[in-house]
């Protein structure tokens, strides 16, 4: 019963225009949690007992609340299911999770260690060799990179089609990303696939986002990027704040040229506002010796 409740959840959202894959997916493993227990609706006992499975408080947390949603949406058609409380894990204010900003060598680490998966000889290490550094080198979402198809690849970038606002836009690529993609693309059209997908696996069809960040972490964990499960460490995500940091440390350190950067870097990165794109920026040792400089300059009256 909760599986078909659950199917009816999963195709409401998708008609809302919702691509939630990471949620669904934990919203599955409830649903298998609890019909492995007899459950037929959802009960706030179950969902304690399969949140605290998680390895870290936050997982825990975020685990109740993905299934609190669930249970809001239920239980509004049938009083049977119950809705956990949002604090039965406790409370936690926001805090924005510090970004870590990769150097050039940990990406390259990263990516020698994708090139050396198994089995060897095959599409897979290409592949994820490819998807970290086209990440690392555009600053794409990792849903975007996934959404790609062959046809999006053009004489003047990248094209972005599926994009989180519902906006296309284009990326210009740097020669050695066209090469990495040329090589890449070499291997992958001797796969004879239907699927017209860019990025694909052994099986000629795209890696599932879940799929692609547990790869990332077994990757991450083996260069000594993070530690064990449940311990904090650089996130995949990070490699898009990387992104806009070091293109901001390459920008003329003058107002006008900073101004103009921003623009350009929130047009490249998709987003809907100038705005959302300060959130992805964070201090590093070359931009606080421009802003020193800036500060300084002002202090003698000259034009920062």
Not at 118 to 128: D, E, T
Request: glycine share 6%; aromatic share 8%; charged share 20%.
């Amino acid at each position: 019963m909760l599986n078909l409740d659950l199917a009816r959840y999963a195709e409401l959202q998708h008609h809302l225009g919702f691509r939630f894959r990471i949620q669904h997916t934990l919203r599955k493993s409830f649903v298998a949690f609890a019909e492995g227990s007899g459950d037929q609706y959802v009960q706030t006992a179950r969902v304690l007992a399969w949140a605290t499975l998680a390895p870290s408080p936050q997982q825990r947390r975020n685990r109740l609340l993905t299934v609190r949603r669930f249970a809001l949406a239920l239980s509004a058609e049938d009083r049977h299911h119950e809705i956990p409380p949002a604090d039965a894990l406790g409370r936690r204010l926001f805090e924005r999770r510090i970004p870590h900003i990769y150097t050039a060598d940990e990406i390259t680490a990263l990516m020698r260690a994708a090139a050396l998966l198994k089995p060897s000889g095959s599409i897979r290490p290409l592949l994820y060799e490819t998807l970290f550094g086209l990440l690392a080198a555009t600053g794409m979402r990792v849903s975007e990179a996934l959404a790609l198809s062959l046809d999006d690849l053009t004489a003047d970038g990248l094209v972005i089609r599926q994009t989180k606002f519902q906006k296309s836009r284009l990326l210009p690529l740097h020669a050695t990303t066209w090469e990495a993609l040329d090589r890449y693309v070499s291997a992958r059209q001797r796969l004879g696939t239907l699927n017209d997908a860019l990025f694909v696996s052994t099986t000629g069809t795209p890696p599932s986002y879940p799929t692609v960040i547990a790869i990332f972490l077994r990757l991450a964990r083996s260069t000594g990027l993070r530690g064990q499960p449940g311990q904090p460490g650089p996130r995949i995500h990070d490699l898009r704040h990387t992104f806009a940091v070091r293109s901001l440390e390459q920008c003329r350190p003058d107002r006008d040229a900073v101004g103009r950067h921003i623009v350009a870097l929130s047009t490249y990165l998709g987003h809907a506002h100038v705005t959302d794109t300060y959130w992805y920026l964070q201090a590093t040792p070359i931009l606080m010796g421009q802003i020193a400089s800036a500060g300084e300059a002002l202090h003698q009256g000259a034009v920062a």
